[in-house]
């Protein structure tokens, strides 16, 4: 019966009676019972630890090995198991409950990665997808279901992605706003909760890119710009040069024919710094073909200062722009 009870605990299936049960028993039981089922079922079960992280498992196995199992431990784990019953909590220790533990986890929980100001990443997903996040960006997906039933990411910032191609598992991406559907293709794509537009630039490949609020669904084709604008719900494409959009994966920042106030945007949303012009001029429309350095402030803001005859003056994360004397 006891060893009922444990697969039923291990499985979280125990019923509250059966509980109480596990910890009668277990409380009959001597330090050296509790030694030998303990060995036995670690020694015995076949955990599956195939969404357990090489590097987790290692922690694990420290964590066990720490533990010295001598009588005076198994002396300690049965008091405080005892303690543990008073509180309704289940007593039965065995090793072998770390992984069933960590897979459960892995299977409720979200795996999340994000990057800060200034910050990139780059992420292999499970089914071999690239994808290299720009600053202040976060990606997140439930590991349990990835590339099994679905591959379903959420999105919140700007990266480039190379998607690996399964017909029969289309890639999703849901932001706030849009929903990108994929089989395998590269693009780039900014999503940013703050900005009133959602841009995706199609390098490879063929993207459906669908309004959640409309539910205007349209299809991309390489070397276009789908712009997505937050407000009036429209959607319109353009057809551009693919890869200098993408060109902060390697450290530029690339404008063409950009007006003066997207280039201060991308800026300031690239480096997290607010830009205040202090000008009288009309160069709000003026546009601009250059490269500008994506790790650099100081290198970035004497470009665009020579380039309108202005003077940068830089304080923590914040920039003015002022005219020449």
Sequence with gaps: ML?????????NKLTAEELKQLR?????????????RMQA???ADDIDTSDVPVSRLDQIKKRIDASSFSSNSYSWLRRT???????IIPVLIITSFYLYRENKNLGTNEMIVSTNIGERANITLPDGTHVTLNAESKLKYAPQTFNKSERLIHFEGEAYFDVKKNHDIPFLIRTTDVQIKVVGTKFNLSARDKNPVAELVLEEGKVLFTSLSSKECRAISPNQKVIFDKKTGTITITTINAQSISSWRKGDLVFHNAQFADIIHTIESN??????????????????SGTVPSNNISEA???ISKAYHLTPTIVDKKVTLSECN
Excluded: C, P
Excluded at 3 to 11: A, G
Excluded at 24 to 36: A, G, M
Excluded at 271 to 288: E, N, P, R, W
């Design 3 to 11: 060893n009922i009870l444990e697969e039923k605990y291990i499985q």
């Design 24 to 36: 009668h028993e277990v409380q009959q039981l001597s330090d050296e019972s509790i030694s030998t």
């Design 41 to 43: 079922r670690w020694m």
């Design 81 to 87: 198991a005892q303690i543990a019953a008073a509180i």
């Design 271 to 288: 480096y997290g710094v607010s830009i205040d012009i202090a000008s009288h001029s009309d160069i709000q429309k003026d546009l601009f």
């Design 301 to 303: 803001m004497e470009i």
